[in-house]
């Protein structure tokens, strides 16, 4: 028996849009509209900056008098400026990170945790082993920090 009752669609009808009416201000409006639609607001405000600049850049270039081949030279040769400063400025950085790092290699070299420094690892590890044949345990260095402090009692176990 086929049944004779129709479905319901789940799917929702979109909100009827509120028409904007001459009362609504226009900070209510921009508000709206940013919430709605943020990256046209910020395409919007990116270009207004933009014509801004422009403007206030031919003003400044009207009243100095100057050409525009000459303000453009002007430019350019500021930006030089500010890319030599900052290859000085990086160049020294790296500098200071060369130094930083040969100084903590050669304090990683001197103490590698209290072992010879000549000494190869393999050297090392058939003295290890040895010692575990015949018994006897390593001598070990001792760091004078952890004998006080065990004799303080404060190192934990």
Do not use: C, H, N, W
């Not at 009752?5 to 789940?10: H, L, P, Q, V």
């Not at 400025?89 to 100084?103: E, G």
């Not at 050297?123 to 402090?149: H, N, R």
């Amino acid at each position: 028996m086929a049944s004779t009752k129709t479905r319901k669609s789940t799917t929702r009808k979109p909100a009827a849009r509120k028409s904007t009416s001459s009362t609504e201000s226009l900070t209510a409006r921009t508000g709206r509209t940013v919430r709605e639609r943020p990256y046209a607001s910020a395409a919007i405000a990116a270009g207004a900056a933009s014509i801004a600049a422009g403007i206030a850049g031919l003003v400044m270039m009207k009243k100095s008098g100057k050409s525009f081949g000459d303000v453009a030279d002007d430019i350019s040769a500021k930006s030089r400026d500010v890319a030599t400063g900052t290859k000085a400025k990086l160049q020294s950085a790296r500098t200071k990170l060369d130094d930083a790092r040969t100084k903590l290699g050669d304090s990683i070299s001197r103490r590698r945790d209290g072992v010879d420094p000549e000494r190869s690892q393999s050297e090392i590890m058939e003295e290890a082993l040895s010692l575990k044949e015949v018994g006897k345990k390593a001598k070990t260095p001792t760091d004078p920090v952890v004998e006080s402090q065990t004799k303080a009692g404060a190192v934990a176990y």
